[in-house]
């Protein structure tokens, strides 16, 4: 029969196998690469976390269509728009805590309507399509210009121009892939970026006032006329 000290040492072996076990266990725990949150359909943000400081902490590069945040609008939303705990836009502002799927971006909404909740009335976004509009949103400076010689169509446009676009036509539908090369018949009326890649503006005009065909494209596609300007094998 064990004495007391030998059941004693017994109990403080086994008591530090268990420390150490636990500790084991939280290291690899903290080792381990974290697990996508989005995969769960929910995200948590921690106690006393900012939400921006906690998304960042993955999505290092923000988001590639930014919306100032950390800054509190100077008048109401319309309807329910979700706000920091200080009021100031937030990730969750524009994006949806309870996630579909990554294609629509977890957006709230649809971009267009998620604009509206805080853009309306004399707050309302313009459109950059209709005439009067600053240019230079578009396209670059006149001292810029003088510089290209000749200048094209796409010189004249803001390098980046897609990203532009889909600043408001970020859920598309885009309907052909837009910064890859034009490997196809190459013609002339339909303008490609200064390195020969197809843009937004390939197919489509920019100004409201010449939307002669509709959806804004530069050709009549109703058999095809568009397509089949580069396609000869549709």
């Keep these: 029969m064990r004495s007391y000290k030998q059941r004693l040492a017994a109990m403080s072996a086994l008591t530090l196998a268990l420390l150490v076990a636990i500790v084991l266990i939280s290291g690899a725990q903290q080792l381990a690469p974290m697990g996508d949150p989005h995969a769960s359909g ?3 943000v921690p106690p006393n976390t900012s939400e921006i400081a906690y998304c960042t902490g993955c999505h290092q590069k923000g988001c590639p269509l930014p919306h100032p ?12 728009t979700v706000m920091g705990v200080a009021g100031e836009i937030t990730c969750g502002t ?6 579909k799927h990554r294609s629509d ?3 709230a909404r649809d971009q267009k309507g998620l604009c509206n909740n ?3 009335g004399n707050h ?5 399509h209709t005439a009067n509009q600053n240019c230079e949103y578009c396209h670059i400076k006149p001292q810029q210009l003088l510089a290209k010689a000749p200048p094209t169509e796409a010189h004249i446009l ?25 490997k196809k018949k190459k013609a002339a009326d339909l303008p490609l970026s200064p390195e020969g890649n197809i843009t937004c503006v390939t197919c489509h005009i920019g100004h409201k006032q010449q939307d002669r065909f509709g959806m804004m494209l530069r050709k009549d596609n109703r058999r095809g ?3 089949n300007s580069c396609h000869d094998d549709l």
Excluded at 124 to 128: E, G, I, K, M, V
Excluded at 165 to 175: A, I, N, Q
């Design 118 to 120: 805080c853009h309306y």
């Design 124 to 128: 309302a976004l313009t459109n950059s």
């Design 94 to 99: 524009c994006h949806t805590r309870a996630f």
């Design 158 to 182: 803001k390098p980046g121009m897609d990203e532009q676009c889909s600043r408001c036509h970020y859920d598309g539908p885009v309907t052909h892939p837009v910064g890859v090369p034009n």
């Design 42 to 44: 929910k995200i948590v």
């Design 105 to 107: 971006a977890f957006l």
């Design 69 to 80: 945040e950390a800054v509190k609008p100077a008048w109401p939303a319309n309807g329910k």
């Design 225 to 227: 006329g568009l397509c």
